[in-house]
């Protein structure tokens, strides 16, 4: 027979919930770390992106994660797997096989920074599990599939569905991703906006601006739209303005801190 106390309802029904560690795009501002988020539907617990400063940072004891989710080589994604491993494997009782959905291109990035000797350690603490354009994995509650985005690097997007809730997120991207598979119907789309102004004149093609940004949103028939990836240089409220032009409704900014649910 189910359990029907009251508190076994709200650990059965609960949604998925966003919080943020880190939202600067390209490299960090004091109090705010580049990409970092934690994604949890009840006891799962799923660090995605990696940014500097954001291992210290976490919400929960590094021992609560469950697996670490990255979307690419670029440092401001992924330097601090190093500091993970460190932490998890240079303590008195080292924790092993931390799971690590990550391209191949980061463990290979990774496998140069440490010392030979130490790359069967690297390994061992962190149990990396390459993932590709249209891969799927469960993680405990969550279930996560990927695509790859319209990037400089290998890297893909993710898409987070858990009890009937969708968070997507974009990862870096330019505006060619494959948005239907990412962020169709999402009930929250967290997308980056690494900068503003008229689509098309940016200096480097494989990011978007924030009008890109709301553009997509809606065009994928996203309910809400955080915007995240923002350099420290622009200011951010300006993003949020011309992001809800294009998306036609209000717009959220992804700040250290916060905790949403779905
Ligand atoms: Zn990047």
């Not at 940072?57 to 992924?78: F, K, N, R, T, Y």
């Not at 990550?102 to 030979?116: I, K």
């Not at 999402?186 to 890109?212: K, M, N, V, W």
């Not at 940004?213 to 949020?240: C, E, F, K, N, W």
Request: net charge negative; glycine share 6%; charged share 20%.
């Amino acid at each position: 027979m189910a359990d029907r106390s009251p508190g076994a309802l709200t650990l059965t029904l609960d949604r998925v919930r966003l919080i943020v560690i880190g939202s600067s795009g390209t490299f960090p501002a004091p109090g705010r770390p580049t990409a970092a988020f934690l994604v949890q539907q009840n006891s799962t617990r799923v660090w995605c992106d990696a940014g500097p400063g954001t291992f210290a940072a976490l919400p929960v004891e590094p021992d609560m994660i469950d697996a670490i989710v990255v979307s690419h080589q670029h440092p401001d994604h992924c330097l601090d797997l190093l500091t993970a491993f460190h932490a998890y494997r240079f303590r008195p009782e080292p924790r092993y096989g931390v799971p690590v959905y990550c391209p191949q291109s980061v463990v290979d990035r990774l496998l140069e920074f440490v010392e030979a000797a130490d790359d069967s350690e690297l390994v061992r603490t962190l149990a990396f599990h390459p993932v590709n354009d249209g891969d799927a994995v469960q993680i405990g509650e969550l279930s996560v599939s990927f695509a790859t985005t319209d990037h400089s690097v290998p890297t893909v997007a993710s898409r987070w569905e858990a009890n009937g809730k969708v968070l997507a997120y974009s990862a870096d991207t330019g505006p060619a991703g494959d948005w239907m598979r990412v962020a169709s119907d999402a009930d929250l789309f967290l997308c980056e906006a690494s900068y503003q102004g008229p689509a098309g004149e940016s200096a480097y093609p494989h990011h978007l601006t924030a009008g890109e940004a709301g553009a997509i949103a809606r065009r994928m028939g996203a309910r809400h739209l955080m915007l995240t990836h923002i350099p420290p240089y622009l200011d951010a409220t300006q993003s949020v303005a011309e992001a809800e032009a294009t998306f036609d409704r209000p717009v959220e900014l992804a700040v250290p801190g916060a905790s949403r649910k779905l």
